[in-house]
């Protein structure tokens, strides 16, 4: 059965990096498009952004354009988030998800709609 954990969350420092992983079973990742979702204390799902099976594109919100990466690693089956020049405002719990629908890529925001989540998410604080 599918399963996707997300690990890598820490407390880090204002202007800290950090890097998540999302590591699936019960699946392949190599042909869904997969990306990364956050979610703060009170506030609603926001998407971070997207890669496309092969790796070889991505999307990224407006929150971490030019501060994070994500990247994949299908021999792994894992996926990956590099965050730096982390903000007390990049608090919240990470999640990773994947779009369901085989062979599909990615498409600006439009990603986001199609992602569903299986984890439980990591949690991420940056805090002095």
């Known amino acids: 059965q599918l399963k996707l954990v997300e690990s890598g969350g820490d407390l880090v420092q204002p202007g800290g990096s950090l890097r998540l992983s999302c590591a699936a079973s019960g699946v392949t990742l190599d042909i869904y498009v997969m990306g990364w979702f956050r979610q703060a204390p009170g506030k609603e799902r926001e998407g971070v952004g997207c890669?496309?099976?092969?790796?070889?594109?991505?999307y990224y919100g407006d929150s971490g354009e030019g501060r994070f990466t994500i990247s994949r690693d299908n021999a792994k089956n894992t996926v990956n988030l590099e965050m730096n020049s982390l903000k007390p405002e990049d608090t919240a719990v990470y999640y990773c998800g994947l779009n369901p629908q085989p062979y599909t890529r990615v498409a600006g925001s439009d990603c986001y709609r199609y992602l569903e989540v299986w984890g439980q998410g990591t949690l991420v604080t940056v805090s002095s």
């Open positions: 890669i496309n099976p092969s790796g070889g594109s991505t």
